[in-house]
T-cell receptor, first 111, second 114 residues
Framework: GNSVTQMEGPVTLSEEAFLTINCTYT??????LFWYVQYPGEGLQLLLK?????DKGSNKGFEATYRKETTSFHLEKGSVQVSDSAVYFC??????????FGTGTRLTIIP | DGGITQSPKYLFRKEGQNVTLSCEQN?????MYWYRQDPGQGLRLIYY???????QKGDIAEGYSVSREKKESFPLTVTSAQKNPTAFYLC?????????????FGSGTRLTVV
């Protein structure tokens, strides 16, 4: 079946540091890949997505590239801000239309 | 604005009681989903529905029930058979189809058994 393995947290960085959160996946066929963000006490918001190999999703300074050869979709940001503190989820959607999530990575940015 | 509304935001239940969580969407999405979130475990799928009057069990359906009588509504009942119901519950919806796959989440209901 489909699965997502995500970098364990928590991750603590100083403001303006470079961020990488690793995500690898196992799936049959050609899944779509997503990063979602969850702020405290809220639901999930779509951060970015990629639907085919070599696609790059980007939003709010975050980027992730769909790497089929390494089955990865790592999230990066060049300079994080305090407002980026949240829990980040990597997810995939296969042919059955269901989302499979990673366990989430809690990110805390220190001023 | 279109979106998903979950209510209530906080819910307390006594042991042995059934409780129903509401989920309503005005996005005209075909599919709806219920996820459970526990600390350190990510999100796990409880039930999903891709069309009115039809729904399928997810990975952890035991102790839960759903209905889909209207396209806009997908209520979740947590029954007394659910042994550990305290969790954060998230409802989501999506357009059915390969290219336009887009999931929208509600803001969640936090259920606590007292």
């Amino acid at each position: 079946g489909n699965s997502v393995t995500q970098m364990e947290g928590p991750v603590t960085l100083s403001e303006e540091a470079f961020l990488t959160i690793n995500c690898t996946y196992t799936a049959t066929g050609y899944p779509s890949l997503f990063w979602y963000v969850q702020y405290p006490g809220e639901g999930l918001q779509l951060l970015l997505k990629a639907t085919k190999a070599d696609d790059k999703g980007s939003n709010k300074g975050f980027e992730a590239t769909y790497r089929k050869e390494t089955t990865s979709f790592h999230l990066e940001k060049g300079s994080v801000q305090v407002s980026d503190s949240a829990v980040y989820f990597c997810a995939l959607s296969g042919g059955n239309e269901k989302l499979t999530f990673g366990t989430g990575t809690r990110l805390t940015i220190i001023p | 604005d279109g979106g998903i509304t979950q209510s209530p935001k906080y819910l307390f239940r006594k042991e042995g009681q059934n409780v129903t969580l509401s989920c309503e969407q005005n996005l005209n999405h075909d599919a709806m989903y219920w996820y459970r979130q526990d600390p350190g475990q990510g999100l796990r799928l409880i039930y999903y529905s891709q069309i009115v009057n039809d729904f399928q069990k997810g990975d952890i359906a035991e102790g839960y029930s759903v209905s889909r009588e209207k396209k806009e509504s997908f209520p979740l009942t947590v029954t007394s058979a659910q042994k550990n119901p305290t969790a954060f519950y998230l409802c989501a919806s999506s357009i059915f189809g390969w290219v336009r796959r887009s999931y929208t989440f509600g803001s969640g209901t936090r259920l606590t058994v007292v």
